[in-house]
């Protein structure tokens, strides 16, 4: 496995972004589809020892994924991603937020626009994420809660499962 790919988190609190630069080892169609497909999805979207499991799932602008983190001990916390642009293999974007079971809005947590963007660069894949907040308090909310842990374990998780096919 090439371990000298690029992998860069960084927070600009001036913006209230965090910008996720992460290089795979993997061909475009595949690192697209692991971001699109929820079968994949479900694979790597989450901390281990925490998983995803998708309710529902339509990848189309409009549509939306609900799906719940799954933790050890039966806990389960849902969340939402509202498809609002989709440009195949090469760009989409949601709006991100927390919610029940049912797709309601949990209006007390902070919600956020991705803007995830793919390069192919032959032999790897190139993916460079935008999380934009509507305030500094809600990105700080988001960094307390371990997003920046969370996410690069998920990453690395994803790493593995390109690894393995």
Sequence with gaps: M???LTF?????????TVHVKKEFAAGLALV???Y???ELLDQW???KPWFTKT???EFIEGGRRLYAM???EGQ???ALADFTSISPKTNFKFLSGFCDKDGNINKEMPRSVWNIDFVDKENTTFVDIAIKHETLANLEQLLVMGFKEGFTIALNGLDKLFANT
């Design 55 to 57: 309710k529902s799932m």
């Design 8 to 16: 860069d988190f960084t927070v600009n609190k001036e913006t209230n």
């Design 76 to 78: 389960e916390h849902w």
């Design 70 to 72: 799954c933790g050890p």
């Design 36 to 38: 699109t497909k929820p």
């Design 32 to 34: 697209w589809d692991a």
């Design 2 to 4: 090439n371990t000298n």
């Design 45 to 47: 979207w989450g901390p």
